[in-house]
């Protein structure tokens, strides 16, 4: 059984047992779901996972933001079992249970802003996305959604119009919802208006001014929703001016500003969410991944005269808040409390951001190194002058710590970001020998070519 003291050890991948089930999955499981790494998962225990023929693995990419407490935490599996025991499903909106109450009211407790807040509950963050946008649309009266380049949202046909990248999320699936509307994020290392920050004087403010005469009057628009750092499109966290900035547009122009903390919650940046870090109280937050260690679980949270505009029956869903998963995230929130998580994932953060500057000194196809707590990044290039995008090469090395044991993913809009996501739990012995293997890695791919990659 795994202790969660384990250290990476790799020696029969695919092994026999892997080889089976993927000739099974290729046979019943749809083409369209992905997989990055040919193993299947035994069990897992803290940072550290186990597959089937027992090789064992480093994670660092936690569920794709949601293990941040780790893989099966003692008290959350304790709170599961003792739910499941009294009552797996009665849909809330027929017959209540207190474990929604409960957790709506600890949500209100630790989100930002003083005034009073309101929850409703659904079970991932494409669906919580969505349900954002209705809300704000029935309390402003208004239809149009600014969104941004770079963002990603989720794969509902609302979510995938939000989202910016085309391939593969959004080709050949429109046509898309209208009255959305996009706009250049602060993607620094990228500026589309060529500026250098700070000199810049924040070009990406000021294109309102003309985008709101270009495409879409201010009046027109409900919302603008925007991730703090943006996940998918390379873990890109903005100047210190630009959320602030966007919130007081909205504030000018009678606009809701919605967070999309789905993969930046929950202590991953060093604080419990990441919008704390900007000094800014939203009027809406979408909320899940880390909020429940692995249930399907997701949130709306805002200010209770938004989340109150639409009427009874108009927002909802037969699992949304299922007792199960409500009793898994408050045994989580209390764990990442008690553990001080978002202190740790600032330790683990730095520790990271570190060494990944010390590397880009020896390989200057490390383009840029991103970080907020522990949701880091870097950015690989052909060249650091021309920026190409080195997408094999960041491939190349996801796989080459993959055979050592590392289980590591990529990002960005160009498909040429590493992003390190791994659980606040991870002691300072694994993180340290899931680096040197991630440098080994790193090492072993950029070390074969010669000059530029």
Avoid: W
């Avoid at 649309?137 to 149009?144: E, F, I, Q």
């Avoid at 593969?168 to 208006?193: D, L, M, N, W």
């Avoid at 602030?244 to 909205?250: D, E, S, T």
Wanted: aromatic residues 8%; glycine residues 10%; proline residues 6%.
């Amino acid at each position: 059984m795994l202790t969660g003291r384990e250290l990476p050890s790799v020696c029969n991948t695919p092994g026999p047992r892997t080889r089976a089930l993927l000739q099974k999955k290729d046979e019943f499981v749809s083409r369209g779901i992905s997989n990055l790494a040919p193993i299947f998962i035994e069990s897992a225990k803290g940072a550290v996972i186990r597959d089937i023929d027992q090789n064992v693995y480093l994670d660092l990419y936690g569920g794709i933001g949601v293990t941040n407490a780790g893989h099966c935490p003692e008290s959350v599996v304790e709170a599961i079992k003792a739910q499941a025991d009294k009552l797996l499903h009665s849909c809330f909106m027929v017959s209540m249970y207190d474990s929604y109450v409960d957790l709506a009211e600890k949500l209100a407790e630790i989100t930002p802003g003083s005034h009073a807040k309101k929850t409703m509950f659904v079970n991932s963050g494409a669906e919580a996305v969505e349900n954002a946008v209705k809300i704000a649309r029935v309390a402003t009266g208004k239809p149009g959604v600014i969104a941004f380049e770079a963002g990603y949202h989720g794969r509902t046909l609302l979510t995938m119009t939000l989202t910016s990248k085309v391939k593969p999320y959004k080709h050949q699936f429109g046509p898309f919802v209208p009255e959305i509307y996009k706009i250049p994020s602060a993607y620094c290392y990228r500026c589309i208006y060529k500026s250098t920050y700070p000199e810049c004087g924040m070009h990406c403010l000021e294109a309102f001014n003309r985008f709101f005469t270009s495409e879409v009057a201010p009046d027109n628009i409900a919302a603008m929703v925007i991730e703090p750092v943006q996940g998918e499109g390379g873990f890109i966290v903005p100047p210190k001016e630009f959320l602030p900035g966007l919130k007081q547009i909205c504030e000018d122009n009678d606009i809701l500003f919605i967070a999309d903390e789905v993969q930046s919650g929950f202590a991953r940046t060093g604080k419990m969410f990441a919008i704390e870090h900007f000094g800014v109280v939203p009027d809406l937050m979408i909320l899940a991944k880390g909020i429940a260690s692995g249930l399907p679980l997701s949130a709306v949270v805002g200010k209770a005269e938004i989340m109150d505009a639409p009427t009874p029956g108009q927002i909802g869903g037969t699992f949304g808040g299922n007792p199960v998963a409500c009793a898994a995230a408050l045994a989580t929130l209390d764990l990442m409390v008690k553990e001080d998580l978002a202190g740790r994932a600032a330790k683990i953060g730095a520790i990271i951001g570190e060494r990944m500057r010390t590397l880009q000194e020896r390989f200057p196809q490390i383009g840029d190194v991103r970080a907020l707590g522990a949701m880091v990044a870097i950015e690989l290039v052909k060249d650091p002058l021309t920026k190409a995008p080195a997408k094999d090469e960041a491939g190349r090395i996801i796989q080459a710590c993959l055979r050592r044991g590392v289980l590591i993913m990529g990002a960005g809009l160009f498909g040429n970001v590493i992003r390190f996501l791994p659980s606040l739990v991870i002691s300072g012995r694994q993180l340290d020998a899931a680096l040197d293997l991630f440098e080994e890695a790193l090492t072993e791919v950029l070390d074969s070519t010669s000059g530029p990659i």
